[in-house]
């Protein structure tokens, strides 16, 4: 039975990682097509809270449950699909680190400063 939840907690992080990078980047594309600074600084400020109640959890829980999953199954870390998780997990990363240049206050620059559940800078 835990095998099961350790799946399925597996699985939800994923779809909540993919989802939410996808969702996120479409609101920051949107966002930042409109030209308009207090709309740009409204979405960044959202951007951050929506990576902070889901993206840092579910990027957690990816490689805990997967690691997990890995031993429990005795597979080994070389099998081409892992290798291509962690490289994929890894990308999405490294794309994903430089873009917390906002800080947690999610100002975009030359913005207006904004009211976060964060506080303000």
Avoid: C
């Avoid at 990682?17 to 207090?38: C, E, M, N, P, Y």
């Avoid at 740009?40 to 997967?66: E, K, N, R, Y």
């Avoid at 870390?77 to 206050?105: H, V």
Wanted: aromatic share 12%; charged share 10%; glycine share 14%.
């Amino acid at each position: 039975m835990l095998i099961l939840i350790i799946k399925t907690v597996h699985i939800l992080a994923a779809i909540v990682f993919l989802g939410v990078g996808l969702g996120v980047a479409w609101t920051k594309l949107r966002a930042d097509r409109s030209g308009d600074l207090r709309v740009i600084a409204w979405a960044q400020g959202h951007i951050v809270l929506a990576d902070w109640m889901f993206t840092v959890p579910s990027a957690i829980l990816l490689p805990a449950t997967g690691a997990w999953l890995v031993t429990t199954y005795g597979l080994s870390w070389r099998t081409p699909w892992i290798l291509f998780g962690i490289g994929g997990y890894t990308a999405a990363g490294l794309f994903w680190l430089p873009a917390g240049d906002f800080g947690i206050n999610g100002e975009a620059p030359g913005g207006p400063r904004l009211h976060t559940p964060f506080g303000n800078p």
